[in-house]
């Protein structure tokens, strides 16, 4: 290739960005899907939006008491959670 010879280069980018159109058109996604969920799945989503909320508000309860001064720490249970804890793993 000479150096100064610039349609091989044009030539080349050209043929790139062929080739990008080409692979864009063709990943077209399906126009539709359906989607059904069971009685149970209803439930179980039901309980898990449940279980979110009653987190959310005992967060803004420990939020609350952090701000206020009034959360305390028990510290023995901690320990005694992480001594069961060392315990079943270095078994």
Known sequence: MRINDTKYGFYSYQNQQNRSNINQTTKKTSTSAEVSISSRGRE????????????????????????????????????????AFWKNTSI
Not at 44 to 52: G, H, P, R, Y
Request: aromatic content about 2%; charged content about 30%; overall charge positive.
């Open 44 to 83: 179980i989503s039901q309980a898990m939006k449940s279980e979110q909320a009653q987190r959310q508000q005992r967060v803004q309860e420990l939020k609350q008491q952090i701000a206020d001064g009034d959360y305390h720490v028990n510290s023995s249970k901690i320990a005694e959670k992480m001594t």
